[in-house]
């Protein structure tokens, strides 16, 4: 089953606005990865939010975590053409006692479209 | 480097053959990883390995087997393809990390089961 839900599906913006995504997820997390991916091409890692953080910036990205409400949403300012792909959240379990090795949930991605 | 590279990249097969998908990585990652990709949805695990050696299921094992011989190497198996397994299967590695394991992803193989 999918941990994550994310919302919208999908988004259509003009070059220059932001574009916001966001993931809610069901059981408790070490951490939140956003992946993105272009059409017909693997995922490339974009930032990681570890459950202990709150907020995570890296260029024209930011990352929130709220816990309490399992959700997450990543916000991307200024957005070009290029950025049109699909988002993906995956979050990685936190295991009591013991190690995720890695492994990560995803949830069904959000189809971002850029227009210049 | 090459990073993480899958052969091949498209396959067609009919129902009943089999197939090995070859997942190659030159990053010395411990962890590895197969997922596939069906439309309108993210990632599923189907099975990943942890070291040479060493394989586990995921979440969507019934159908493939795999195989780590070598580290660098992870293959996933059908041994008698369905429709249903019409998909696009991703292989990905990473490095232990306390902090959190980002995961690396090939472009991909493309197989359809007729």
């Known amino acids: 089953s999918q941990q994550g839900e994310e919302d919208p599906q999908a988004l259509s913006i003009q070059e220059g606005e932001n574009a916001t995504m966001n993931c809610s997820y069901k059981?408790?997390?070490?951490?939140l990865q956003w992946y993105r991916q272009n059409s017909g091409r693997g995922l490339v890692h974009l930032i990681l939010?570890?459950?202990?953080?709150r907020e995570k910036h890296s260029g024209r990205l930011r990352v929130t975590l709220d816990t309490s409400k399992k959700s997450s949403s990543l916000l991307i300012t200024a957005s070009r053409a290029a950025d049109t792909a699909s988002y993906f959240c995956?979050?990685?379990?936190?295991?009591?006692?013991?190690?995720?090795?890695?492994?990560?949930?995803f949830g069904q991605g959000t189809i971002l479209t850029v227009h210049p | 480097n090459a990073g993480v590279t899958q052969t091949p990249k498209f396959r067609v097969l009919k129902t009943g053959q089999s197939m090995t998908l070859l997942c190659a990585q030159d990053?010395?990652?411990?962890?590895m990883y197969w997922y596939r990709q069906d439309p309108g949805m993210g990632l599923r695990l189907i099975h990943y390995?942890?070291?040479?050696?060493?394989?586990a299921k995921g979440e969507v094992p019934d159908g493939y087997n795999v195989s780590r011989l070598k580290k660098q190497n992870f293959l996933l198996g059908l041994e008698s393809a369905a429709p249903s397994q019409t998909s696009v299967y991703f292989c990905?590695?990473?490095?232990?990390?306390?902090?959190?394991?980002?995961?690396?992803f090939g472009p991909g193989t493309r197989l359809t089961v007729l």
């Open positions: 990053m010395n990652h411990e962890y």
């Open positions: 059981t408790s997390i070490n951490n």
């Open positions: 390995s942890v070291g040479e050696g060493t394989t």
């Open positions: 939010i570890r459950s202990n953080e």
């Open positions: 995956a979050t990685e379990p936190g295991e009591a006692g013991g190690t995720s090795y890695g492994k990560l949930t």
């Open positions: 990905a590695s990473s490095y232990p990390s306390y902090i959190g394991n980002e995961q690396f």
